[in-house]
């Protein structure tokens, strides 16, 4: 029902930004999106997620004050912006959507559709 493709990854140094899109071709009214993120011999793991209306908004705690997400519903995209990166930060970033429920959480099997995912390195 929700194809989702994300974009906007790529190669940089330590410090710098990026700022990755999701966007939707299916219907995602009131749901909740998220991103992932998952780097080779790791498990997946939450970085951040938005409500419908922007009202909510959660943060894991490694990446706080340094990435932001927003929506623009008339757009159907999401977006990730990352400052400040880290060595740590490289990972293949997922968008997610679910379709069911208005709270923001943060374990991946809540979701229900999933990006390809987009390959953010940081060099050192």
């Known amino acids: 029902q929700v194809l989702l493709v994300e974009s906007g990854g790529g190669l940089v140094q330590a410090g710098g930004s990026l700022r990755l899109s999701c966007a939707a071709s299916?219907?995602?009214?009131?749901?909740?999106m998220g991103w992932f993120r998952q780097a080779p011999g790791k498990e997946r793991e939450f970085v951040a997620a938005i409500s419908w209306s922007g009202g909510s908004i959660y943060y894991a705690d490694s990446v706080k004050g340094r990435f932001t997400i927003s929506r623009d519903n008339a757009k159907n995209t999401v977006y990730l912006q990352m400052n400040g990166l880290k060595p740590e930060d490289t990972a293949v970033y997922y968008c997610a959507a679910r379709s069911r429920g208005t709270v923001v959480v943060t374990r991946e099997y809540e979701y229900d559709y999933w990006g390809q995912g987009t390959q953010v390195t940081v060099s050192s």
């Open positions: 299916g219907r995602t009214f009131r749901y909740v």
